[in-house]
T-cell receptor, first 112, second 113 residues
Framework: GNSVTQMEGPVTLSEEAFLTINCTYT??????LFWYVQYPGEGLQLLLK?????DKGSNKGFEATYRKETTSFHLEKGSVQVSDSAVYFC???????????FGDGTTLTVKP | DGGITQSPKYLFRKEGQNVTLSCEQN?????MYWYRQDPGQGLRLIYY???????QKGDIAEGYSVSREKKESFPLTVTSAQKNPTAFYLC????????????FGNGTRLTVT
């Protein structure tokens, strides 16, 4: 079956630090990969996506590259801000399953 | 603006009562989903529907029921059979196509006492 494993949190960083949140997946076929972000009390929002091997998704300074050889989709940002504090979810969508599979989420706190 | 509307934002019920959570979308999406989120945990799929008048059980369907009579609407009923109903409930939709992301509502926080 499909599964997503995310780096356990919580993660606490100082402003302007480098961020990496690891994500690896198991899936049959060629899934699409996504990062979503959730701010307190809200639903999830799409942060970025990649649909095939070696694609790089990017948005708001965040990046992630679809690595089929290592089945990974790690999220990175060069310089985090306090406003990036949120919960980040890695997810995949596989047409065979007709539904998305989510990681457990990683809570990021950025301190001034 | 297109989006997904969940109502109400907060809902309080007594144990033993059924309660229905509303989810409406005006994105013209075929597929709709209900997730449950408990504190500090990820999302667990309750039910999903890929087309009107059809739906499938997710990973934790016991104690819940849904209907999909209209494309825009996918209400979730939390029945008295659900043993731990207090949670944050998220509705989502997506268009067909492998590359399409999920669009989420802002959730309903249900508290049962």
């Amino acid at each position: 079956g499909n599964s997503v494993t995310q780096m356990e949190g919580p993660v606490t960083l100082s402003e302007e630090a480098f961020l990496t949140i690891n994500c690896t997946y198991t899936a049959t076929g060629y899934p699409s990969l996504f990062w979503y972000v959730q701010y307190p009390g809200e639903g999830l929002q799409l942060l970025l996506k990649a649909t095939k091997a070696d694609d790089k998704g990017s948005n708001k300074g965040f990046e992630a590259t679809y690595r089929k050889e290592t089945t990974s989709f790690h999220l990175e940002k060069g310089s985090v801000q306090v406003s990036d504090s949120a919960v980040y979810f890695c997810a995949l969508y596989n047409t065979n399953a007709g539904k998305s599979t989510f990681g457990d989420g990683t809570t990021l706190t950025v301190k001034p | 603006d297109g989006g997904i509307t969940q109502s109400p934002k907060y809902l309080f019920r007594k144990e033993g009562q059924n309660v229905t959570l509303s989810c409406e979308q005006n994105l013209n999406h075929d597929a709709m989903y209900w997730y449950r989120q408990d504190p500090g945990q990820g999302l667990r799929l309750i039910y999903y529907s890929q087309i009107v008048n059809d739906f499938q059980k997710g990973d934790i369907a016991e104690g819940y029921s849904v209907s999909r009579e209209k494309k825009e609407s996918f209400p979730l009923t939390v029945t008295s059979a659900q043993k731990n109903p207090t949670a944050f409930y998220l509705c989502a939709s997506r268009s067909t196509g492998d590359n399409s992301p999920l669009h989420f509502g802002n959730g309903t926080r249900l508290t049962v006492t």
